[in-house]
């Protein structure tokens, strides 16, 4: 088993729809996880971090964590072109910063 | 502005030759990281360092090897030893400590003539 797997899509929303981005991983000592989006070509940037059981909320971005199921999801409200993009899911396995696992990425593609 | 920067964009290696990318940070980091990134794949952990003079090996680190003689660099090369080098190379950076976020430099994309 992969240690953290993600759909790798592509995921197609029309725009202004909600699109949905999952990800699961395998080590239940994971502390802290992470969303990075990656344009083509590009390096990745964050979106979101998030820590504890629940949602997290910033601007049209909402992640969810439940540990219990050791998933995590990103959720995009009102979806644009802009946010057309490969989601990378990044779980931090314990207290050291190197232990970063990173999915292989999930394609969204947003259509006008 | 504080940054990540890596240079080149763009290298190309020929068989047998060893090559260095460069990577800088200016945010008064203490951890850096190097990661290789393969088309449709995740990243990958190629080396790190928590502090000037200190490194360890990642996931990936065979045909690699790094330095880090000060805080703000952090230079990996790619040695003849790696035989598949083609891809694409983001060094990242992070404060210490638990669940800090790793923040990337642009990449340099590595290229076998």
């Known amino acids: 088993q992969k240690e953290v797997e993600q759909n790798s899509g592509p995921l197609s929303v029309p725009e202004g729809a909600i699109a949905s981005l999952n990800c699961t991983y395998s080590?239940?000592?994971?502390?802290?996880f992470f969303w990075y989006r990656q344009y083509s070509g590009k390096s990745p940037e964050l979106i979101m971090s998030?820590?504890?059981?629940g949602d997290k909320e910033d601007g049209r971005f909402t992640a969810q964590l439940n540990k219990a199921s050791q998933y995590v999801s990103l959720l995009i409200r009102d979806s644009q072109p802009s946010d057309s993009a490969t989601y990378l899911c990044?779980?931090?396995?314990?207290?050291?910063?190197?232990?970063?696992?990173f999915g292989p990425g999930t394609r969204l593609s947003v259509l006008p | 502005d504080g940054g990540i920067t890596q240079s080149p964009k763009y290298l190309f290696r020929k068989e047998g030759q060893n090559v260095t990318l460069s990577c800088e940070q200016n945010?008064?980091?203490?951890?850096m990281y190097w990661y290789r990134q393969d088309p449709g794949q995740g990243l990958r952990l190629i080396y790190y360092s928590q502090i000037v003079n200190d490194f360890q090996k990642g996931d990936i680190a065979e045909g690699y090897s790094v330095s880090r003689e000060k805080k703000e660099s952090f230079p990996l090369t790619v040695t003849s030893a790696q035989k598949n080098p083609t891809a694409f190379y983001l060094c990242?950076?992070?404060?210490?400590?638990?669940?800090?976020?790793?923040?990337f430099g642009p990449g340099t994309r590595l290229l076998v003539l």
């Open positions: 945010l008064n980091h203490d951890a």
């Open positions: 990044a779980v931090n396995r314990d207290n050291y910063g190197q232990n970063f696992v």
């Open positions: 990242a950076s992070s404060m210490l400590g638990g669940g800090e976020t790793q923040y």
């Open positions: 080590d239940r000592g994971s502390q802290s």
């Open positions: 998030i820590y504890s059981n």
